[in-house]
């Protein structure tokens, strides 16, 4: 079992930036694949960024914020990033983070897709305001 904390959200600004972070309870590296999520009350949830931990080559972003966001891993403070830049009101939305202990063989779909449902632990959120 792991738990994951986020942080990091709050009222910005159009054009502004965050950086959010999901701190773990447990070694990054035990997570093969982490990503971030996001959802306004009544829509699916969104994914907009994934990646595998170990061959962190593999990177996924969903087309909307592709080139505002990145995500990051830092192995040793045991947290996962999510840097939000050039934000636009309709960024508000409550953001998840969310690991998976393992995602060999899951196509590109799958790390974004289906409203998570691939990923196994989630955090309680952490809410962004773009105004």
């Known amino acids: 079992h792991v738990q994951l904390v986020e942080s990091g959200g709050g009222p910005v600004q159009a054009g502004g930036s965050l950086r959010l972070s999901c701190a773990a309870s447990r070694e990054i590296l035990d997570m093969r694949c982490i990503g971030w999520f996001r959802q306004i009350p009544g829509k699916e949830r969104e994914g907009l960024a994934a990646?595998?931990?170990?061959?962190?080559?593999?990177?996924f972003y969903a087309a909307a914020v592709e080139g505002r966001f990145t995500i990051s891993q830092d192995n040793a403070e045991r947290t996962v990033y999510l840097q939000m830049n050039n934000l636009a009101p309709e960024d508000t939305a409550m953001y998840y983070c969310?690991?998976?202990?393992?995602?060999?063989?899951?196509?590109?779909?799958?790390?974004?897709?289906?409203?998570?449902?691939?990923?196994?632990?989630w955090g309680q959120g952490t809410q962004v305001t773009v105004s």
């Open positions: 990646r595998r931990t170990v061959e962190t080559g593999r990177t």
């Open positions: 969310a690991a998976a202990p393992a995602c060999m063989g899951w196509v590109p779909g799958e790390y974004l897709g289906a409203g998570g449902s691939q990923y196994t632990y």
